[in-house]
């Protein structure tokens, strides 16, 4: 199949205005914990049940994002929004007090990447929306019971498994001009390798990651070094050795300058999170706190953030289903 | 590119394996102990006076009561995720493959969440376990018929 697609070049970027990220008690003991703009120890965020605290944790992020923008939320126009659990209830839950138009997405772990490009999408709409806000969460207890074997099951786990973030992340985009600017968003490929090890959902994701990035160079007759750099979301210790190898192959070297958001979010040293984090609240949180203050800074100028996605079912699994990878690209960039 | 199967053959190759060494001594160890405390038990049921079959049931008793316990005090995954196997295969593991999706399906409600999902993890060992109980009863009691035994 030839790769090729669409690549969104902005005449007019739209910009992020700000950002949040909350994070629950294993997130802020890791090496980023300090840079987080809330944390709940506990991770229940003043819920009772493990869903309900996910869709707490959406409207957290939400909150701290209009108190950060001095932005009054009934001037945001659409928010795009999605998180792990069935049917995305966690967001639709959390953020039904807003009453903000909203539309409700599901990219598996790319969430955030899709959502910060479709809401530069429709920012570029001449005459359409004003503003628009991203917001994307994950939740362990909620992702484990849904996904995995019940909370208190003693078992063990494979070394290319990953840990589910308990993790939110937010953006307000707008037409202004920001230090932060988004210069070319391309959709992800639904792109199936063959694997079927949910325990192993870094190498269901790290073809779809090489796959976007190597359409994404050639299209814009660019190399991995001009971009300061190459943020991928979730393929953890496991997936990005797997995309090295893969982009290597086809002579493309980012070794020096790829970030994993999974890699980043634990410390491996001191936390047992096998090959690292996943769950689209990982590379939205670690985006936000993270990248985002960097690229304001002028400390990185030109980033690729390419959300990744594993895209599967319990049940699809169950039924011999083949577990496909999707990464959307979003390119940011430093405004001087 | 790689097509699907090299690219399974591949990620096969690169994944790291499990460390089955230290995976088998610490299953080896605590599921020893495990057993070692059990056989204690049905040896201090005995003295007390209780017939052997009464002191054996009495001590699978105690033991999973202790696994339940320890599951719903949160401390059990972490000792299953030690041991491995040493927690899994005694009756301790099944203690708690039951009552690990009970406490997990109790915000579902009693009957629906705790009552229809209790036997989530165990359900199979219950339903096979039941069925060969069964089939290999009826092959005794044929064997018996017959006067093979």
């Not at chain 1, 230090?179 to 269901?204: F, K, L, W, Y």
């Amino acid at each position: 199949m030839m790769n090729h697609r669409k690549i969104t070049v902005f005449t007019d970027p739209p910009s992020v205005l700000a950002c949040a990220s909350a994070v629950g008690g294993e997130e802020a003991n890791g090496p980023l914990g300090a840079e987080f703009d809330f944390h709940d120890p506990g991770d229940k965020f003043g819920a009772d049940t493990w869903e309900h605290a996910e869709g707490k944790l959406a409207g957290v992020v939400f909150s701290l994002l209009m108190k950060k923008a001095d932005f009054d939320h009934r001037r945001v126009d659409m928010l795009f929004a999605g998180d792990l659990q069935n049917q995305c209830v966690a967001t639709s839950e959390g953020l039904m007090p807003y009453g903000i138009p909203y539309l409700g997405l599901y990219g598996a772990c790319s969430t955030c990447g899709e959502g910060l490009l479709l809401a530069s999408l429709a920012l570029s709409v001449p005459g359409g929306v004003s503003y628009a806000t991203v917001i994307t969460t994950s939740h362990f207890c909620a992702a484990e019971r849904q996904y995995r074997t019940p909370l208190e099951y003693g078992s063990q786990r494979s070394p290319t498994a990953q840990w589910t973030a308990t993790a939110g992340g937010g953006f307000l985009l707008g037409r202004e001009q920001t230090p932060v600017a988004v210069e070319a968003v391309m959709p992800g490929r639904i792109v199936d390798s063959g694997i079927r090890d949910a325990s192993n959902m870094g190498a269901a994701m790290a073809p779809a990651a090489a796959d976007s990035l190597l359409c994404y160079l050639t299209q814009r007759n660019e190399r991995a070094a001009d971009y300061d750099a190459i943020i991928t979301g979730d393929l953890a210790k496991e997936g990005s050795s797997i995309l090295y190898e893969l982009l290597e192959k086809e002579g493309v070297f980012i070794r020096d300058r790829h970030f994993d958001c999974g890699k980043l979010l634990y410390d491996y040293g001191k936390q047992d999170v096998h090959a690292g984090a996943s769950g689209c609240g990982c590379s939205a949180s670690v985006l936000a706190a993270h990248f985002m203050p960097k690229i304001k800074g002028g400390e990185l100028r030109r980033v690729l953030f390419m959300a990744t996605g594993a895209l599967m079912s319990p049940s699809s699994l169950q039924q011999g289903g083949n577990i496909a990878g999707i990464s959307p690209v979003v390119a940011l960039t430093h405004r001087p | 590119m790689m097509d699907q199967k090299q690219y399974a053959d591949y990620v096969k190759k690169h994944a790291p394996s499990s460390p089955l060494l230290k995976n088998l001594l610490r299953a080896f160890w605590v599921g020893g102990a495990i057993c070692a405390v059990g056989e204690g038990l049905l040896l201090l049921f005995s003295h007390l006076g209780m017939e052997t079959k009464d002191a054996a049931a009495t001590a699978t008793v105690c033991l999973v009561f202790c696994s339940a316990l320890l599951t719903g005090l949160g401390i059990f995954d972490y000792v299953g995720k030690y041991a491995g196997a040493g927690t899994l295969v005694p009756v301790t593991g099944f203690a708690n493959a039951v009552v690990s999706p009970a406490i997990d399906c109790k915000s579902e409600g009693l009957v629906l969440g705790v009552g229809a999902k209790i036997f989530t993890v165990a359900g199979p060992v219950l339903l096979f376990g039941t069925l060969s109980g069964v089939l290999w009863g009826l092959i005794y009691w044929l064997l018996h018929m017959f006067g093979v035994m």
